[in-house]
């Protein structure tokens, strides 16, 4: 069977896809082993398409991220010289915060002229090159995927470390475990020192606890994330009182990487609208959002939100805008959700639109990440032509609507060479209430997530309904100058 595996953090997402046997699977095992690699993607920042490779690739990178890791925190550069310079992913220190990640082309010698020319070399600021070293730390730390491919620590021979380092210095590669550990030393020197108050409020009951409010003092308000562990929102300082109590950042992500899966279609198209619905209904304060929020939610049976995690920066620094820690499921005092409980997962953005917009996480994360494959018409000629048939199919389907909406309901409509309407995207929320009082509920369908990208020749509009039932119609890039 066919197993995909994916170890996400704000600015690297690692998706290991392979082979397992159900066989292997041992008694109370919800996921099971994948022993066979068939292939890895390394998405990162700023990259339109993923570092890819098999299971030489998947080695080189590791090991490569690791030896630098402890490289960087030890001080001592003849480390991972000779394991670097051997693979296929090298690593090296460009600025004092700044890191370059090289991937050489498979089967080529290294300084050959085809690895001169294929070689990628993708810049990471350290804060990227973390949450890297974080992605590789979960796959090693993953019992049920490649297991045979450990990383194997040794200690750095005398004779390569300087006599003036200390001690501390020294010891450092050899004690350390895990990369992540490492990188995490390295954030930390960007963290400012947190200031400590003292509580007002330590006891329930006393006179200071009635009078002080909860933005000035809350014993129960969570710590900022330290620099090794995954971002996590900060609670909101709207919640209701039952979810003051902020919940363990690191059981909401133990949620979403441990629980079984739900996988019945119908159930996660069902849970996916309830999740859209109660998340529309509970968010108040879309105007203030200016960059669309990503994050990566757990659902249970009954729809409830059980587990989150950013998946971009600003859906970190923004938590507290998004009504989740608000629809968060929490346990009563002392209970805990069933670990074999099976769980939905979904992409959810809050789009800087004001629209919310839910896919299935598997789904999202598996489309490829290209740009427009080129097949769009944009010369202006052809788009008149086509501008001209869209209009007239609006204004046909346009009879026995009675419009209730007092906003301009904004969508995106891709028209085939033929004219004919391919599909459709609201653009605002008033949009996507009031699809059914438009054209576009006969005309098109809706597209899909993540099908941004179409193989076929097409021209893409931005059409604009008045609350009057007017339609304005524009290419969506506008004009070409002559």
Known sequence: MTIQRQYSLPNCTLVLEGLGDLSLMTPGEARPLM?????????????????????????SLVNAVSGYAQEILSGVHHFSQSKQSAGLVQLQRIAVNH??????????????????????????????????????????????????????LKPLPKRYVPSGESITKQAAPAALGLSSVALAAIALFAVPVPKVVQPACLRLGEPDCATTSKTDASPTASPSPAAGSSPTPSPNANSSPTTSASPNPAQLEAVLMSSPEITDPQEVTDLQEKLRRQIDEAWKTRT??????????????????????????????????????????????????????????YKVVFTSSGVVEVAPWKEAMALPITKNS??????????EGLLEKLQGQIYDHSSGLNPTFDKDLIYRVRVSEDGSVIDFKPFSQAAYDHVQETPFAKLGKPAEEGSDSLDIPHAIFKVVIKPNGVPEINPWRGWQKE
Do not use: M, W
Not at 315 to 331: F, G
Not at 375 to 383: G, K, M, P, Q, V
């Open 35 to 59: 022993t066979v690699l068939i292939n890895a993607e390394c998405h990162l920042p700023g990259q339109e398409k993923p570092l890819t490779g098999g299971r030489e690739f998947l080695e």
């Open 99 to 152: 890191h370059r990640l090289s991937v050489l082309p498979e089967g080529a010698a290294p300084g050959s002229g085809i690895a001169a020319q294929l070689t990628r070399h993708v810049d990471l600021t350290t804060v990227q090159l973390f949450d890297l070293v974080e992605a590789v730390d979960q796959f090693f730390a993953d019992s049920q995927t490649l297991p045979e491919l450990t990383l194997v």
């Open 288 to 345: 203030s959002i200016t960059q669309d929020l990503v994050y990566r939610i757990g659902v249970g049976k009954d729809g409830a939100i059980v587990g989150y995690k950013p998946v971009n920066s600003v859906a970190l620094e923004n938590a507290n805008k998004t009504p989740l820690l608000d629809l968060l499921y929490i346990p009563p005092q002392g209970g805990s959700r069933p670990a074999s409980e099976p769980i939905a997962q």
């Open 374 to 383: 080129g097949s769009e018409i944009t010369d202006n000629a052809r788009l």
